[in-house]
């Protein structure tokens, strides 16, 4: 058995060379990969001994040659293939370990050249990895450190790969060289080339979206159904995902997540993550129907659960702190479908082992997490894809525009600023009641903003909640009066919008008229 050896990344290469040598593997490899085995006392044989062939082009050319394709190609239970092979000299190679020159870790470099970028573009192991991955059956492939140690149980228990195992180094092969290729067409049809500019050392400007957008996922899971009973699902996480996002959760008890849960959970986690002080989010049918935050991860979960019993009943709930004892038994004693959370005590996870349908989630949070965001979102459209920058806007109290005479007192205005952050993950047209830290009532995904103002209103008064002396907010400025005028009368104080209407200023009038404050943001969080 021969060993093809040739990588970038060189984590586990030496132990994997010694462990195949010792196996009885010839190994054969190339540049400094074979430098570095031969270093440590490794009989290796460089390529361009098996080839006749000097490396050339600064060693763009070494592998591209027909004594390693053909030895990586021919088909060994093929006779013809075989006395090709004999005729022409050509030995078999039965291992291909290569990974790829980092094209993706240079283009995320600040500064990278174009340059640095096309000489990154690796061509012989890509091309090396498609022959030995078309005959899977006769030549294992090997792209990533993290399938050494399967190859080397494998070898060593019977002194060969199995079909199963190849067959999946196959398709991991596959999936690394279109991960590999989109990614150089993502960087080439971003740049504005300019050739005027061109030397080694010019940085282009890149396009924020590409000529041709190539993304990549990996299925995390099939799931029972979709939306609905009658469609089909899977969940697919990103190839790198974000430290503390809700692909990297790690579910510790309860049923199957089915989409809506994941979508759901999604809405809830995203949210609870914007919050610096302790917080808890209850979500149901992707809006936030409960957000608070609180000295403890009980108080926060009181709190929000006040702002709608009702549709806090079968939601999901996510907490941005460790959940205790106290804060378990709280929860518990509702009905949730998926519960999140950094951490879970010994206590807590004792309370829901008797609740085995509650899904509990455990998603480690990073120092960073509230600025751990999507750079990105997509939403897909007929025969497209709708594409665009995330909405990561923090809105802070110097970028407040205070237009009324009466103005915010410093809990109105801290008060404010949480409203604002709740009704980015509210669906336009969203408005907010808050106080003390807590939603009071919360109006959604109506065709106006008269009718979400009503509903929000509506809401607090089931739940038995006093409006008296709120802020509120909404995603969007009021195009008349009559929608400030709802939220007055129902007892707001202070209101916070974008303006931008060319009725601003009736709106201004009319807030001056009711005695209350009134704060511009310029920034508008629809959200569909």
Same mark, same amino acid.
């Given at each position: 058995m021969r060993a093809l050896i040739s990588v970038s990344d060189k984590t586990g290469i030496v132990d994997l060379a010694k462990a195949l040598h010792a196996l009885g593997v010839g190994l054969i490899s190339t540049g400094g990969t074979a430098k570095l085995l031969a270093e440590q006392g490794l009989p290796v044989t460089e390529v361009a001994q098996v080839t006749g062939f000097p490396e050339m082009l600064d060693g763009r050319v070494k592998t591209l040659h027909p004594k390693v394709h053909g030895g990586l190609l021919a088909r060994r239970d093929s006779p013809e293939h075989m006395a090709a092979l004999k005729a022409h000299n050509i030995d078999t190679i039965d291992l291909l370990i290569v990974n790829l020159y980092p094209f993706e870790d240079t283009v995320a470099k600040p500064g990278c050249t174009l340059a640095d970028a096309i000489e990154n573009i690796d061509i012989g192991g890509p091309a090396m990895v498609r022959s030995a991955a078309k005959n899977w059956k006769d030549v294992g492939i090997v792209t990533d450190a993290s399938q050494y140690a399967d190859v080397i149980a494998e070898l060593r228990a019977s002194g060969k790969l199995s079909d199963k195992l190849r067959f999946a180094l196959s398709v991991a092969a596959f999936n690394r060289i279109s991960q590999y290729d989109g990614a150089i067409s993502n960087y080439l049809s971003s740049v504005n080339f300019e050739a005027e500019k061109l030397s080694e050392t010019y940085v282009p400007e890149r396009a924020q979206f590409s000529g041709q957008f190539n993304e990549q996922y990996v299925k995390v899971q099939d799931l029972r159904y979709g939306e609905n009973s009658? %469609?089909?699902?899977? &969940?697919?996480?990103?190839?790198?995902?974000? =430290?503390?996002?809700?692909?990297?959760?790690?579910? #510790? %008890? !309860?049923? +199957?997540?089915?989409?809506?849960?994941?979508?759901? @959970?999604?809405?809830? &986690?995203?949210?609870?993550?914007?919050?610096? $002080?302790?917080?808890?989010?209850? /979500?149901?049918?992707?809006?936030?129907?409960? /957000? @608070?935050? *609180?000295?403890?991860?009980? +108080? =926060?979960?009181?709190? $929000?659960? %006040?702002?709608?019993?009702?549709?806090?009943? *079968? !939601?999901?709930?996510?907490?941005?702190?460790?959940?205790?004892? $106290?804060?378990?038994?709280? /929860?518990?004693?509702?009905?949730?479908?998926?519960?999140?959370?950094?951490?879970?005590? @010994? +206590?807590?996870?004792?309370?829901?082992?008797?609740?085995?349908?509650?899904? #509990?989630?455990?998603?480690?949070?990073?120092?960073?997490? *509230? %600025?751990?965001?999507?750079? #990105?979102?997509?939403?897909?459209? !007929?025969?497209?894809?709708? #594409?665009?920058? $995330?909405?990561?806007?923090?809105?802070?109290?110097a970028d407040l525009k205070i237009v009324t005479v009466k103005q915010p007192t410093p809990e109105e205005l801290h008060d404010l600023l949480f409203a604002w952050k709740v009704a980015k993950f509210v669906k336009s047209n969203a408005i907010v009641f808050c106080k003390n830290g807590m939603t009071m009532g919360v109006g959604a995904g109506q065709m106006s903003r008269l009718d979400s103002a009503r509903i929000a209103s509506i809401k607090a008064e089931a739940a038995k909640l006093s409006l008296q002396h709120t802020v509120v907010a909404s995603d969007a400025f009021f195009p008349f009066r009559d929608g400030l005028d709802v939220v007055v009368d129902a007892g707001a104080t202070c209101v916070v919008q974008p303006g931008g209407s060319m009725r601003d200023q009736e709106v201004i009038d009319a807030a001056n008229e009711r005695g209350v404050a009134m704060v511009f943001t310029g920034v508008r969080h629809f959200r569909h």
């Open positions: 009658h %469609q089909q699902a899977a &969940w697919y996480r990103d190839l790198a995902p974000a =430290a503390g996002s809700l692909a990297t959760g790690v579910q #510790l %008890q !309860g049923k +199957e997540l089915s989409y809506n849960n994941i979508a759901d @959970a999604d809405a809830a &986690w995203e949210c609870v993550k914007s919050f610096e $002080a302790t917080a808890c989010v209850i /979500v149901k049918h992707a809006n936030p129907c409960g /957000v @608070a935050v *609180g000295a403890t991860a009980l +108080e =926060a979960y009181s709190k $929000a659960f %006040q702002t709608d019993p009702t549709s806090a009943f *079968g !939601g999901i709930i996510a907490f941005n702190r460790p959940v205790d004892k $106290a804060a378990a038994e709280a /929860v518990s004693k509702q009905f949730v479908e998926v519960l999140m959370a950094p951490e879970f005590s @010994a +206590e807590a996870l004792e309370i829901f082992k008797s609740k085995v349908n509650v899904r #509990l989630m455990k998603i480690a949070l990073p120092a960073n997490y *509230g %600025q751990v965001r999507n750079a #990105l979102e997509t939403k897909r459209v !007929g025969s497209g894809l709708l #594409l665009q920058s $995330a909405d990561n806007h923090e809105l802070a109290l």
